[in-house]
């Protein structure tokens, strides 16, 4: 791989400014001095084949004590139910130590940063903050506990300069719950009731997820007012006549009806115009009407395309905009489309290339080579020309594969060799507790990402270590997400994994459940004899002679591919 060093140049962006000046236009953002230089990858990136992390915003790490307590949001909260420190600067802190990229990390996905309800909320568990970001009281503001605006250019700025894309996860479905500061959203905007039932396609979509929460009317087309309470707020910080004006240049551009959705879809939008965002996460598909993600994609592909013709310099590869959507309890075995129970819909005509799969953690218990044969085969059929994207745990299944973890090995094996994208949780690397004692509900799944362990515990230090091997092995390999799998021999297991696009061909191998010591691996067929091939897990160089590789370690996992 070759290395050119890419100059930033400076793009000035509009941001809120807490002026007095009602004028005011928005803040331009802090200049961001050079990036360091940049690995141009000999490998293409592919969505079908990325490795995610998924991180809690305020529970991953603590880049500015400053933020820890804003909006007065002194009140006591049950246990992991309140603000804990972390930031968008602590994520961008881990990305320029290189945590991520020495994982094979090449996506972040972090909960929403957007400015959350002030107040707490009793949601049976005892006092809850919007600590996890699905709380929105304004989708045009960052949460001051999360950092700023120029806290979240610099991040992406940085992210894009050691090649790892950005996804903001989104939430168009709901506003943050009612509160005593947290005045509820006009009713032409929102429905407080029902509450859904989850039976059929109508009360599971018209209706509010859960008691007090207040549900985006999604559906509508009626042009709505702007809520006084919005119109002040901005008002107070100066701004109020640049929002109207954006407003209004967005509305007659697009010819959409000033109605709930499309007011919510522009300023989500916005965040991709203004810094380059490569996707977005989207949250609550299901419940909420799905013509509205694929209007969300349209604008969002529209600002994407806009910000590369502004920033050709800054233009990391000719992918689209890309938007993943949970649609709780899809299975990849579902194909194309999800079942109400009285009505299916394809969610992948509606504007979103990849759907998170909540199937894996049940096939996991199956073998390796079930596992790949299952996904290899219905990704190259019902879903060919889409994604999944595979996770092994998450922040609101509480049911995860492993909970205990008493297999963390096992656990990124399956995750990050099974074919789709993959998606590591917070604490997977480093076996993060997931049964915190006092913790009710999610909580437990949430707690402060354990970097203390992994300073100071041997064995988490081992358990990292295998996950960055396979982790960069994966991010060297589109093959290994987004390529075709084939069995090459029953025992030891050895499989191969194919990728084609253009002239640009990936072709691996890899064993799994390896004996210790000396051991033949079957790649007859795929590698000829003579070749050379290069053990990345072992750090050892092989040739092929009469359709094997011999390895003599004590390792029970092989990556092969072609030596330099």
Known sequence: MTRITILFVVSLFLFSCKQKNENAVKEPLAVVDSLPEVEKRTAPFVWEGANIYFLLT????????????????????????GFMGGDIQGITQKIEENYFSDLGVNAIWFTPVVEQIHGPTDEGTGNTYGYHGYWTKDWTALDPNFGTKKDLEALVKTAHSKGIRILMDVVLNHTGPVTEIDPVWPKEWVREDPTCQFTTYENTTACSLVDNLPDILTESDEAVELPDALLAKWKQEGRLSNELDELQLFFERTGYPRAPRFYIIKWLADYVNDLGIDGFRVDTVKHADEKAWAELYTEASHAFETWKKRNPE????????????????????????????DKKVDYFAHGLQSLINFELKYDAKNSYDEIFKKYNTLLHTKLKGFGVVNYLTSHDDGQPFDKERTQPIKTANVLLLTPGTSQIYYGDETSRDLTIWGAAGDATLRSFMNWEELDSLPETQRIISHWRKLGKFRDNH????????????????????TYTNGEYKDKVAVGLDLPKGKKSLWVKGFFGDGTKLYDTYSETEVIVQKGKVVLDNDYDIALLELAN
């Open 314 to 341: 800054l233009v990391l590869d000719d992918n689209d905009f890309y938007m993943m959507g949970e649609v709780y309890n899809y299975g990849i075995s579902g194909g194309r489309e999800y079942d109400f129970g």
């Open 58 to 81: 305020d529970r991953f790490n603590n880049g500015n004590p400053d933020n820890d307590l804003t909006l007065e949001r002194r009140d006591s909260t049950a246990i992991l139910r």
């Open 478 to 497: 589109p093959a290994i997400g987004a390529g075709k799998h084939k069995r090459l021999a029953k025992k030891p297991y050895v499989f191969s994994r």
